[in-house]
């Protein structure tokens, strides 16, 4: 049976890009479920507005599990799942494989799991989407973030497979982006370097993800394709 009524999941959007995307469902009219790690401002937001907030630990199989048995308690189908949780973690001198593991966990585990156990909420919709939030710099590798950079490339390459094997039921794309918005603490001179980097120059926001979002959930005709959002830094 269809669900014309689905709702959206959107995994880490507690704060940043994540809150202004699924604030921005929920003005669109959409009914979304979202999931959190900590308790912050934002979680208490989304839930005033509507959205049910339900905790999620990624950073092992055990607690991606325990999240998917949970969400099946709370809805039958799904419209969309866009996969925006996301972890940067330091490679340690001694222990890097911490860092590789948990961000391993956050960016390909997660997302692998849930699209393999959540697909028949999907197939409940029509549309049914997967996106997949990535960054820009797979493009060319990072020296000094290699683990970070390495699972949102396997993320990247979840987005082929995926559109593969869920075709022609559930569109599956994905986003990347780079630089969309400061932390508070960003001092001039790093903002200057950091906008230097794009052809564009400018902190966009968030609202250019939600944009990216909103093509890939209207657009009838895109799988497999992974957006680039960078302000032309693959130009500069």
Known sequence: MIAPDAPILITGAGQRVGLHCAQRLLDDGHRVIFTYRSERPGVQALREQGAIGLFA???SEAGILAFIAQLHTHTQSLRAIIHNASAWIAETPDDES???????????????????????????????????????????????????CATKAGLDSLTLSFAAQFAPLIK????????????????????????????????????????????LLDNPYVTGTTLTVNGGRHIK
């Open 98 to 148: 911490h860092a590789f593991t948990d961000m391993f966990s956050v960016h390909m585990l997660a997302p692998y799991l849930i699209n393999l156990h959540c697909s028949p909420l999907l197939q409940r919709s029509t549309p049914a989407d997967i996106v997949h939030i990535s960054d820009d710099v797979v493009r060319k590798g990072s020296r000094q973030h290699i683990a970070y």
């Open 172 to 215: 599956v794309n994905g986003i990347a982006p780079a630089m969309v918005m400061f932390n508070e603490g960003d001092d001039a001179t790093y903002r200057a370097k950091v906008l230097a980097k794009s052809a564009l120059g400018i902190e966009p926001g968030p609202e250019v993800i939600y944009q990216s979002v909103r093509y």
């Open 57 to 59: 630990d990624f950073s």
